[in-house]
C-alpha cells in the first residue's frame, strides 16, 4: 500500500512538473519587461495623481503647487500611456 | 520507506531539478522549461502537502511508531494540542517551514505567471533554492518521518508551556511571515540578476512584503499575549533572542514597505530598497536559525541541535551573494536623473522614518549578538538585559510614534511651510492638550519617556483623525454623501493611503499601551497565607484559599485570591500551578511530578484602563517530608494507586496550605496593545486588498487627457 501510494505521488509529481514539455499547448510568453516595467510606473502614476489631489483636498499643498505639480503628473501620466501602447503594438506584432 | 520520507526525498530531487529548469529556461529562452520550472513549485508544494498531512495525522492518531510524536505527544496530550504538537519538535517545525514555503511560492508564481518574463524564472530558482537548503536538512539532518522499533506504548507529551491555545497559531503566523519575506527577496535577487531594477519586481511582490509583516507582526503581538497570560514571569515582552529575531526582519519590512512607495512614485532609493529587502530576507532566516540552532539562550530555542553549522553556511551564502549582486549591479541602482525633494514632503519623512527604523534594528542585532561578539573578542560570553536595549530603543521608538504623525501631514514632493503649519497645528495642539491633561491628572512629569510617547501617539492619532476628516469632507463636496458613505468610499478609493493611515493609528495604541504599562506598572512578590491581604497599585488582594486537583495528565495546586479597592469588590482571581511528571522511575510515584516540568496559569482580570494580574507560587517544599513519607511506603503505586496517593496529597494541600508565594502586578492600558495589534492587522488588510484591474484601452492621440481620466477613474 505504502509503495502504491509513494508511486502515486512520485507519478502525480512528475506529471504536474514535465507537462510543458510535452502539452501541445504552447507556454505562454508571459510578459515583456519592458511593458511590466511601464505598467508598473503607470500605477505608480495614477496613484501619484491622486495623491496629489487628495493632497490638495486636505490642505497640504497650495492651488499653485497643485496645479503644477498635477500638470505635470498629468503629462508624464500621458507620456507612459503612450509608451506602454506602442510596446503592447510591437508585443501583438512579434 | 515510508510515504512521508519518500515525499522528503521527492521534495528534495524536485526542487533542485526545478530551479535548473528554470535557469535552463531563463537562458535559452526556451518557455517550456520555465514552466516546468514554475510548475515544480506547484509539485513541491503537493508533494509537501501529503507529507505534511502523514506527520499531522501521526500526530493525531497518536502513532508511536514515530519518534517525533512519541517525543512531543502522549495518549493524554488533549486532541487540540496533538494538532500543534507537531511544529513544536525541530522536525516538524522546518517541515512546516518548507510547506508554508512552497505554498507562498507557489502562489506568487501563479499570480505572475503571465507577467515578469525575464524576473519570474530567476525569482523560481531562489525559492527552490531556499527549499532545496531546507529540504536538505530534513532529509539529512532532522528527519520527521524517523520510526522508532520497538513502538512505544504512550509518548512522552508535549512540553508544558507549550500547551496554550496560541500555539495553533503563533508559529505558523510567524513561519508565514518568514517564508512570505523569501518572495520579495526572491524578486530582488531576479532583478539584480537581469538588471530590471525597474518598479515591475516591486508592484509584483509588495502585497507579499505586506502580508509578511502583517504574518510576522500580528504572531509576535500573539507571543507576546501569550507571555503575559501564561508565562507566570509577568511580562510580554523580555528582549528574548529569538523574540528580537522576529522583530528584525519586521522593522527591516517595515522600512522597505515605506520607501517602495518613493521608488515607485519617484524612481529614488532603488539601492536602498533592494538593500532593505534582502536584509529583510536575510533576517528571516536569521531567525528561524536562532530558534532551530540553540546558539542562544532562548526559552524558544528548544535544546541544542546539529542545525547550527548548516544554517550559518546558508547565511554566509546568502549575504555574499547578495553583497556581489548588489555592488556588481550598482550602475543599475542609480536613480535614472537627478531628483531631488524638499526636506518638507513625504519622501524626507520615509527616508527619516527608514534610518530610525534601521537603526533601530541594528540596535537589537548588536543586542541580540552581543554574547556572540563579546566571546570572540573577549573569551567570554556576556549579554546585555532589558536595561540595555531600553536605553537606545525607547528614544528611537518615540521618534518613530512621531514620525507615524508626521508623514500622513506631508505632501509628496513638497509641502509649502504654510501648508505644513496648517496641517500640524491641530495634531500638535492635541499632543499638548493629552500631556498637559496627563499632567493634571497626576500623572508625574519625572516619567518624560512615557510623556514622549503619550504625545507623540496622540500626534499620530490626530493627524490621522485630521486626514480622515479633512479627505471625507473633500468627498462630499462634490459627492454630497453621508459622512459614513464618504469615509467608506475615501477609503475604498484609496486603500494604500488609508490602510497605512491605520495602521498607524494600530501603532499609536500599541504605543500607548507599552508606554503606560512599562512606566506606571506596580509589582511586588508577596509570600501570604490564608486569608492575609497585600497591597498593591491601590488594591487589596486577599488570598482565600488554596484549591488543588489531580488529573492522569498533572498535578494542580492554585490559589483563590479576592481583589478589592476601597472596600468594594473588584475581581475573583484564579491561578494555578500545574506539576507534569518526571520520566525519573527513582522519583516515587508522588515525588515524581514534583521533579517534573511545571507551568503557571495565571490569575487575570483585563480590562482597558488596567490589568490585575497574578501568579502562584506554592511551596512544594514544605510538603516534601509528606510526599517521601508516601513514596517511601508505597513506591511501586501505579494506576488507581497512584491517582489515590496524589489525591490524598492535593486534598492535604488544599486543607492546610503552607504560606505560598505570589506575584501581583497592577499593568495599566496592557489591552491597548492588543487592540493596537487588532487594528494593525485591519489596516494591513485595507493595504493588502488589491484594487480593481484596470482595462487596456486605447484612443487616438486627440483623446489622451480623455482616456487618462476614464483610466483614472476606473484605477
Known amino acids: 500500500m505504502q509503495l502504491f501510494l509513494v508511486m502515486l505521488v512520485l507519478c502525480g509529481a512528475a506529471s504536474i512538473m514535465i507537462s510543458p514539455l510535452y502539452s501541445k499547448r504552447r507556454a505562454g510568453r508571459g510578459q515583456d519587461p519592458e511593458e511590466a516595467a511601464l505598467e508598473a510606473a503607470r500605477d505608480a502614476k495614477f496613484r501619484e495623481i491622486r495623491d496629489a489631489e487628495l493632497d490638495f483636498s486636505t490642505g497640504k499643498l497650495s492651488r499653485e503647487d497643485y496645479r503644477a505639480i498635477d500638470a505635470s503628473l498629468r503629462g508624464e501620466a500621458i507620456e507612459l500611456l503612450r509608451r506602454l501602447d506602442a510596446v503592447r503594438e510591437k508585443e501583438a506584432a512579434a | 520507506m515510508t510515504l512521508g520520507r519518500a515525499c522528503l526525498f521527492l521534495a528534495l530531487a524536485i526542487a533542485p531539478a526545478g530551479a535548473l529548469a528554470s535557469i535552463y529556461g531563463a537562458r535559452s529562452r526556451r518557455r517550456e522549461w520555465v514552466a516546468v520550472g514554475r510548475r515544480s513549485v506547484y509539485a513541491l508544494a503537493a508533494v509537501l502537502t501529503v507529507a505534511f498531512a502523514v506527520l499531522e495525522s501521526a500526530f493525531l492518531r497518536s502513532d508511536f511508531s514515530f519518534q517525533v510524536v512519541s517525543t512531543h505527544s502522549s495518549i493524554a496530550t488533549p486532541f487540540f494540542y496533538k494538532a500543534a504538537a507537531m511544529w513544536s519538535s525541530q522536525e516538524g517545525s522546518l517541515l512546516l517551514w518548507m510547506w508554508l514555503l512552497s505554498l507562498w511560492s507557489s502562489l506568487v508564481l501563479f499570480l505572475t505567471r503571465n507577467t515578469l518574463r525575464e524576473l519570474a524564472p530567476y525569482a523560481t530558482a531562489v525559492l527552490l533554492g531556499f527549499a532545496t537548503f531546507f529540504g536538505s536538512l530534513v532529509v539529512f539532518l532532522a528527519n520527521p518521518f524517523q520510526l522508532l522499533s520497538p513502538t512505544p506504548a504512550d509518548g512522552t507529551g508535549l512540553q508544558p508551556l507549550l500547551r496554550h491555545p496560541s500555539m495553533m497559531i503563533h508559529p505558523p503566523m510567524l513561519y508565514s511571515g518568514y517564508t512570505l519575506f523569501t518572495v520579495p527577496f526572491a524578486f530582488a535577487i531576479a532583478a539584480l540578476i537581469t538588471r530590471r531594477t525597474d518598479a515591475a519586481w516591486i508592484r509584483a511582490t509588495r502585497r507579499f512584503g505586506l502580508a509578511a509583516w502583517c504574518f510576522l507582526g500580528i504572531g509576535i503581538l500573539i507571543g507576546a499575549r501569550w507571555s503575559w497570560s501564561e508565562l507566570g514571569w509577568g511580562g510580554y515582552w523580555a528582549w528574548d533572542p529569538v523574540e528580537n529575531a522576529a522583530l528584525m526582519p519586521w522593522l527591516a519590512g517595515t522600512a522597505f514597505l515605506h520607501s517602495f512607495m518613493v521608488q515607485e512614485k519617484r524612481g529614488l532609493l532603488k539601492m536602498w530598497n533592494v538593500c532593505l529587502v534582502l536584509g529583510a530576507g536575510i533576517l528571516a532566516i536569521l531567525g528561524t536559525f536562532l530558534v532551530r540552532s540553540g546558539i542562544l539562550q532562548s526559552i524558544h530555542a528548544f535544546g541544542g541541535s546539529t542545525l547550527g553549522k548548516p544554517f550559518l553556511g546558508f547565511i554566509s551564502l546568502l549575504v555574499l551573494g547578495s553583497v556581489v549582486l548588489v555592488t556588481s549591479r550598482r550602475e543599475y541602482l542609480r536613480s535614472p536623473e537627478a531628483r531631488s525633494y524638499s526636506p518638507l514632503s513625504r519622501e524626507s519623512i520615509f527616508l527619516l522614518n527608514n534610518v530610525l527604523l534601521i537603526g533601530l534594528c541594528f540596535v537589537i542585532f548588536w543586542g541580540t549578538f552581543f554574547p556572540l561578539i563579546s566571546e570572540a573578542v573577549t573569551g567570554n560570553k556576556a549579554s546585555v538585559g532589558p536595561p540595555w536595549f531600553d536605553r537606545y530603543t525607547v528614544p528611537l521608538a518615540i521618534a518613530l510614534v512621531f514620525m507615524a504623525g508626521l508623514g500622513p501631514l506631508m505632501a509628496w514632493r513638497k509641502t509649502t511651510l504654510a501648508g505644513a503649519r496648517r496641517?500640524?497645528?491641530?495634531?500638535?495642539?492635541?499632543?499638548?492638550?493629552?500631556?498637559?491633561?496627563?499632567?493634571?491628572?497626576?500623572?508625574?512629569?519625572?516619567?518624560?519617556?512615557?510623556?514622549?510617547?503619550?504625545?507623540?501617539?496622540?500626534?499620530?492619532?490626530?493627524?490621522?483623525?485630521?486626514?480622515?476628516?479633512?479627505?471625507?469632507?473633500?468627498?462630499?463636496?462634490?459627492?454630497?454623501?453621508?459622512?459614513?458613505?464618504?469615509?467608506?468610499?475615501?477609503?475604498?478609493?484609496?486603500?494604500?493611503?488609508?490602510?497605512?493611515?491605520?495602521?498607524?493609528?494600530?501603532?499609536?495604541?500599541?504605543?500607548?499601551?507599552?508606554?503606560?504599562?512599562?512606566?506606571?506598572?506596580?509589582?511586588?512578590?508577596?509570600?501570604?497565607?490564608?486569608?492575609?491581604?497585600?497591597?498593591?497599585?491601590?488594591?487589596?488582594?486577599?488570598?482565600?484559599?488554596?484549591?488543588?486537583?489531580?488529573?492522569?495528565?498533572?498535578?494542580?495546586?492554585?490559589?483563590?485570591?479576592?481583589?478589592?479597592?476601597?472596600?468594594?469588590?473588584?475581581?475573583?482571581?484564579?491561578?494555578?500551578?500545574?506539576?507534569?511528571?518526571?520520566?525519573?522511575?527513582?522519583?516515587?510515584?508522588?515525588?515524581?511530578?514534583?521533579?517534573?516540568?511545571?507551568?503557571?496559569?495565571?490569575?487575570?482580570?483585563?480590562?482597558?484602563?488596567?490589568?490585575?494580574?497574578?501568579?502562584?507560587?506554592?511551596?512544594?517544599?514544605?510538603?516534601?517530608?509528606?510526599?517521601?513519607?508516601?513514596?517511601?511506603?508505597?513506591?511501586?503505586?501505579?494506576?488507581?494507586?497512584?491517582?489515590?496517593?496524589?489525591?490524598?496529597?492535593?486534598?492535604?494541600?488544599?486543607?492546610?496550605?503552607?504560606?505560598?508565594?505570589?506575584?501581583?502586578?497592577?499593568?495599566?492600558?496592557?489591552?491597548?496593545?492588543?487592540?493596537?495589534?487588532?487594528?494593525?492587522?485591519?489596516?494591513?488588510?485595507?493595504?493588502?486588498?488589491?484594487?480593481?484591474?484596470?482595462?487596456?484601452?486605447?484612443?487616438?492621440?486627440?483623446?489622451?487627457?480623455?482616456?487618462?481620466?476614464?483610466?483614472?477613474?476606473?484605477?
Open chain 2, 423 to 715: 496641517s500640524l497645528q491641530a495634531p500638535v495642539l492635541f499632543a499638548l492638550a493629552v500631556v498637559v491633561a496627563l499632567l493634571a491628572l497626576g500623572v508625574p512629569a519625572s516619567k518624560p519617556s512615557a510623556l514622549a510617547l503619550f504625545a507623540g501617539a496622540a500626534f499620530a492619532l490626530g493627524s490621522v483623525a485630521q486626514e480622515l476628516y479633512r479627505g471625507v469632507g473633500a468627498r462630499r463636496a462634490t459627492s454630497h454623501e453621508a459622512p459614513p458613505v464618504a469615509l467608506v468610499q475615501v477609503v475604498r478609493r484609496n486603500r494604500r493611503r488609508y490602510g497605512g493611515y491605520i495602521v498607524h493609528v494600530g501603532i499609536a495604541l500599541l504605543f500607548i499601551g507599552v508606554g503606560a504599562s512599562a512606566a506606571f506598572q506596580h509589582i511586588r512578590d508577596v509570600r501570604l497565607s490564608p486569608g492575609q491581604t497585600a497591597r498593591i497599585g491601590g488594591y487589596d488582594v486577599r488570598y482565600l484559599r488554596a484549591t488543588s486537583s489531580v488529573s492522569p495528565e498533572k498535578v494542580v495546586l492554585g490559589a483563590v485570591l479576592d481583589v478589592s479597592k476601597k472596600g468594594k469588590h473588584v475581581t475573583t482571581l484564579r491561578s494555578t500551578r500545574g506539576y507534569y511528571p518526571s520520566s525519573d522511575p527513582t522519583a516515587g510515584p508522588v515525588g515524581q511530578y514534583f521533579d517534573g516540568d511545571s507551568t503557571t496559569e495565571v490569575g487575570l482580570k483585563a480590562g482597558l484602563r488596567r490589568d490585575i494580574w497574578t501568579a502562584v507560587q506554592p511551596d512544594v517544599g514544605a510538603m516534601q517530608k509528606m510526599i517521601a513519607g508516601i513514596d517511601k511506603r508505597f513506591p511501586l503505586a501505579q494506576g488507581d494507586i497512584q491517582a489515590l496517593l496524589l489525591s490524598v496529597v492535593a486534598q492535604r494541600y488544599a486543607a492546610a496550605p503552607p504560606p505560598a508565594v505570589f506575584r501581583l502586578i497592577v499593568s495599566p492600558m496592557v489591552e491597548w496593545i492588543w487592540l493596537g495589534g487588532i487594528v494593525l492587522g485591519l489596516g494591513g488588510l485595507i493595504a493588502i486588498w488589491p484594487p480593481p484591474r484596470a482595462r487596456r484601452e486605447r484612443a487616438p492621440a486627440s483623446s489622451w487627457s480623455a482616456r487618462l481620466g476614464r483610466e483614472l477613474s476606473r484605477a
